[in-house]
């Protein structure tokens, strides 16, 4: 079973930025749609960018303009990045990296967090005013 495993979560202040990381365990989601969600306390967990096989994203208008979302496929491992910029305090939340192994049309996970099926631990980020 593929595990992923985010980190780069941390505390900035607004207008700041951070990176975040997900790293798989296992070559295997190189083929496989990957996406970042967000969970704040209280809320439902929501779509922020979702990344193809071959780099095209679907991203949340949320953060459109602020978020870019990136994939390494190595040769023997595979890696999802989340650089976020121009952060507000909304942004804070619990980040999440996911993956779907059949879907052939990832833009579609954005709003259907329930189709990812392996997810993260999540790593926590929190933006101050």
């Known amino acids: 079973q593929v595990q992923l495993t985010e980190s780069g979560g941390g505390s900035v202040q607004a207008g700041g930025s951070l990176r975040l990381s997900c790293s798989a365990s296992e070559y295997g989601p190189s083929n496989y749609c990957m996406a970042w969600f967000r969970q704040a306390p209280g809320k439902e967990r929501e779509g922020v960018e979702v990344?193809?096989?071959?780099?095209?994203?679907?991203?949340a208008d949320s953060v459109q303009g602020r978020f870019i979302i990136t994939r390494n496929n190595g040769e023997s491992s595979t890696a999802l990045y989340l650089e976020m910029n121009e952060l507000k305090p909304e942004d804070s939340a619990t980040y999440y990296c996911?993956?779907?192994?059949?879907?052939?049309?990832?833009?579609?996970?954005?709003?259907?967090?329930?189709?990812?099926?392996?997810w993260g631990q999540g790593t926590l980020v929190t933006v101050s005013a």
């Open positions: 990344i193809g096989r071959y780099g095209t994203a679907t991203v």
């Open positions: 996911a993956a779907n192994r059949r879907e052939t049309r990832c833009s579609r996970l954005l709003t259907v967090p329930d189709a990812l099926d392996i």
